[in-house]
Structures are given as structure tokens and as C-alpha cells.
């Protein structure tokens, strides 16, 4: 078994379970887009950002107007967004996770990461507290995120809740809790939240091999790939196409440098 994607320990909402073969897909969901709604407050905050620790530092400023909040929040979405990993983080440093080293009370230098947030917004907002949805790239800290917003306003601040509601197109409306799985029994695939292996990359870029092109993908014959992907019309902005065959998943192809080759092959077995 695999996941798509950690949860911080407070947090709740949607986690990838990927099992049997589907852990071979793992790092597509790893890299997926999230999306988040979040519950804040301002003028206080912890170490981590958010409710597990106690308070750090507080600030008698409490932005006033919703307004403030919303412009401020756009401006975010305009820029790739550079931020710190959190020393409350499972991101590793030598191969040690960062959160146990800040448990020790060692705090270590670490490289900031491009995020791309495609939407933020203020949904609600009552001094100090509001609610905020998130859309953004893998591996955004949102707590941290709120940190950063909250400086930019003059205070401090920390995420009282957060709460995942989709990871690429899968969303949390079709998710079961591990006690519905427990009752459930063994027999998943005829639950609703059970997804196929041939169905996960759904989301992706698709194209579509005849049966032979399909077996030379399976003998690694990567001189088909061009001819297969110039008929499947694909966007010039597509770097990555899950190939199908028959209705069945075969390959995943990547452009890097300008040039698509073969990533993964997937046999039936």
C-alpha cells in the first residue's frame, strides 16, 4: 500500500490510498494538484502554524477589513509563490525527516520551493478569524502559507483547521473513513470510493495505442511514441500522457528538453 500524499496530523479530508498495482502510480499523485478550505486566525501563532503547539508569538494588530485580506490573497495567485518548508515537516535533510530533528530542537537550513497557487480566497471573514480555499500546487504548506500571508498583513497567524477536499480530480464527496472500510469487508472494488487501476490516471493527458503499438510500448520500443502521440492531437503544452489501449492503462510517456520518451510501462500482471 502507498498514499498520494501526506496529512498533517491535524488536519482531516482527503488521503490516496493506493493499493497493489496502483502503488506504482503513487508519484502521479504525489505531484497533483490539491485543493484545501482552511479555518485562521490572526494575532497569534504557533512553531508549526498551527494548533498542536503552544502559542509562539502574538501581535496586537488584527487586519480589519475583509477587503485587505482578498486583495492581498489575488496578489498571491498572480507569481510563482517561493516558499520555506516548515522544520514541521516530513521533507527530509541527509535523509533524517525534519520533524524529528525539530523535535530534538535542532533547526536546520533549508531551500525554499516554487509553489504556484492557482486560487486563494477569503471566503469569510470576522476579526481575527476567517475561512480561506486554497487551490495549489504539491507540496504547499498551507500553514505556512498563512504564516507568510500574515507577515505581509503586519501580524501573526496560525490555521485553526485544515481540511483537504480534492487531490488532482479525485475529491473527498466519494471518500470512506477507515471505520466504512473496516465495515465494509474485503470485497472493495464494488465500493464507491474504490477506483480501478486503468481509471486512476483519468485526469491526465490521454492517448490511445492500437494493439500493436501497445506491445512494442511493453518490449520498450520507444520508436512508436512519436507517431502515436502526433495523432493524439495533444496540447503543445502537455508534458506528461497516460497511454491506453483497449480501455487499459499501458504507459506513461514525459516530455523533458523538448523531447517525450517512456516513463513507467504497465503490464496486466
Known amino acids: 500500500m502507498g498514499h498520494g500524499g501526506t496529512l498533517d496530523p491535524f488536519a482531516t479530508g482527503l488521503l490516496m490510498i493506493l493499493v497493489g498495482r496502483g502503488v506504482k502510480l503513487a508519484r502521479y499523485f504525489l505531484g497533483s494538484q490539491k485543493a484545501y ?12 502554524g498551527d494548533p498542536t503547539e503552544a502559542v509562539s508569538e502574538t501581535s496586537e494588530h488584527i487586519p480589519p477589513s475583509i477587503e485587505e485580506l482578498r486583495e492581498l490573497a489575488h496578489k498571491f495567485t498572480l507569481e510563482p509563490y517561493a516558499q520555506t518548508p516548515p522544520m514541521h515537516s516530513a521533507k527530509k535533510k541527509d ?63 496560525l490555521l485553526e483547521t485544515l481540511h483537504r477536499n480534492a487531490s488532482g480530480i479525485f475529491s473527498v464527496d466519494r471518500a470512506w473513513t477507515i471505520q466504512q472500510l473496516a465495515e465494509a469487508g474485503t470485497d472493495w472494488e464494488s465500493l464507491p470510493c474504490w477506483v480501478p487501476f486503468d481509471r486512476l490516471l483519468d485526469g491526465f493527458d490521454r492517448a490511445e495505442a492500437t494493439q500493436e503499438e501497445a506491445t512494442a510500448l511493453l518490449h520498450g520500443k520507444q520508436s512508436v511514441l512519436p507517431g502515436l502521440l502526433q495523432k493524439s492531437n495533444l496540447s503543445p503544452l502537455s508534458e506528461c500522457v497516460a497511454i491506453y489501449s483497449s480501455k487499459q492503462l499501458v504507459a506513461v510517456a514525459r516530455k523533458e528538453n523538448h523531447l517525450w520518451g517512456i516513463e513507467r510501462v504497465f503490464s496486466d500482471t
Open 95 to 157: 535523509g533524517i525527516a525534519l520533524y524529528k530533528l525539530a523535535r530534538a530542537g535542532i533547526e536546520v537550513e533549508r531551500q525554499p520551493k516554487v509553489c504556484h497557487l492557482y486560487e486563494f480566497q477569503i471566503v469569510e471573514y470576522s476579526p481575527p478569524r476567517g475561512t480561506l480555499v486554497l487551490k495549489c500546487s504539491s507540496g504547499t504548506y498551507v500553514r505556512t502559507l498563512l504564516q507568510d500571508f500574515s507577515k505581509k498583513l503586519g501580524t501573526v497567524g
Open 37 to 48: 478550505e482552511a479555518r485562521f486566525r490572526f494575532g497569534e501563532t504557533t512553531i508549526p
